[in-house]
Nanobody, 119 residues
Framework: QVQLVESGGGLVQPGGSLRLSCAGS????????MGWYRQAPGKERELVAA???????NYADSMKDRFTISRDGAKNTVYLQMNNLKPEDTAVYYC?????????????WGQGTQVTVAS
């Protein structure tokens, strides 16, 4: 059974930084991709950043200059470094792991971690 456990969320002032961590129950390289999504109140869940098993990264346009996704295979952990945070970044951030593509894609989710950006 796949388990993803997020940590690192919290309250931060505008302009501040946070680093989120997502620890997997097994090797992160067993997934075709891992990533971070977020969901703000009243809004749909959206992609923040993703990294493939080969190391390619993909970011949402509004975040690519401020957020960085990385991984540590030895720790089975994926990170999201968030800099210059803005109030509109306030959301629940979810770790995602995916196997397969298209119709064969299967997604796994963590429980989410709250990020609040406010003064």
């Amino acid at each position: 059974q796949v388990q993803l456990v997020e940590s690192g969320g919290g309250l931060v002032q505008p302009g501040g930084s946070l680093r989120l961590s997502c620890a997997g129950s097994g090797s992160i390289f067993s997934f075709d991709a891992m990533g971070w999504y977020r969901q703000a109140p009243g809004k749909e869940r959206e992609l923040v950043a993703a990294i493939t098993s080969g190391g390619s990264t993909n970011y949402a346009d509004s975040m690519k200059d401020r957020f960085t996704i990385s991984r540590d295979g030895a720790k089975n952990t994926v990170y999201l470094q968030m800099n210059n945070l803005k109030p509109e970044d306030t959301a629940v951030y979810y770790c995602n792991a995916a196997r397969g593509i298209g119709r064969s894609r299967r997604d796994y989710w963590g429980q989410g971690t709250q990020v609040t950006v406010a003064s």
